[in-house]
């Protein structure tokens, strides 16, 4: 699993979010995907793309108590702002919404090649192997997975001492 650790101020994103059933969630999410991109909210992004980290296009998974809770928000968006001097705010787009997080310490995981293939393998690496051999604990934060150009993919798992 090629991964590093990183402590990551706050930032913003800005997307479009829908409740869905947790255990309904690999069904569910890429008819999600393929919504927002026929209704015109992917072009949205494209014409209003900063591109900061985390980077690409976001598939947010928050309040799901990993698995554990029957529902949870799915979000799909874009990084409008970090909370550093060298970054500006870019404005919300007309019918989204924003989202918050704190600053955190993440486990970036490079999860390149064929969809789904490749994100399903860091999942089973991170949580079966990684995180139990590791001295962290999973925070409270959600998990990120970032969708960029040419199959790149990166995993953003925050994590605890």
């Known amino acids: 699993m090629n991964y590093k650790i990183e402590?990551?101020?706050?930032?913003?994103?800005?997307?479009?979010?829908?409740?869905?059933?947790t255990s309904d969630a690999f069904n569910t999410i890429p008819s999600i995907w393929d919504k927002a991109w026929k209704n015109g909210t992917m072009e949205k992004f494209l014409n209003n793309f900063p591109n900061y980290r985390p980077s690409g296009?976001?598939?947010i998974a928050q309040g799901g108590q990993w698995g554990e809770s029957e529902f949870m928000e799915y979000i799909i968006g874009v990084t409008n702002y970090i909370d550093s001097l060298e970054y500006k705010e870019?404005?919300?787009?007309?019918?989204m919404e924003e989202f918050s997080y704190p600053s955190a310490k993440w486990v970036i995981i490079n999860?390149?090649?064929?969809?789904p293939e490749a994100i399903q393998k860091v999942y089973k690496e991170f949580y079966s192997e990684w995180l139990p051999n590791s001295?962290?604990?999973?925070?409270?934060?959600?998990?990120?997975e970032c969708y960029m150009e040419n199959k790149e993919q990166e995993v953003w798992i925050a994590i605890t001492n």
Do not use: C, H, R, T
Not at 7 to 21: D, W, Y
Not at 111 to 115: F, Q, R, S, T, W
Not at 136 to 141: C, M, P, Q, R, V
């Open 7 to 21: 402590e990551f101020p706050a930032f913003k994103v800005m997307g479009v979010s829908q409740k869905i059933k």
């Open 57 to 59: 296009f976001l598939g």
């Open 90 to 95: 870019f404005p919300l787009i007309d019918g």
């Open 111 to 115: 999860a390149n090649g064929e969809l």
């Open 135 to 144: 001295k962290y604990k999973l925070a409270n934060l959600p998990v990120i």
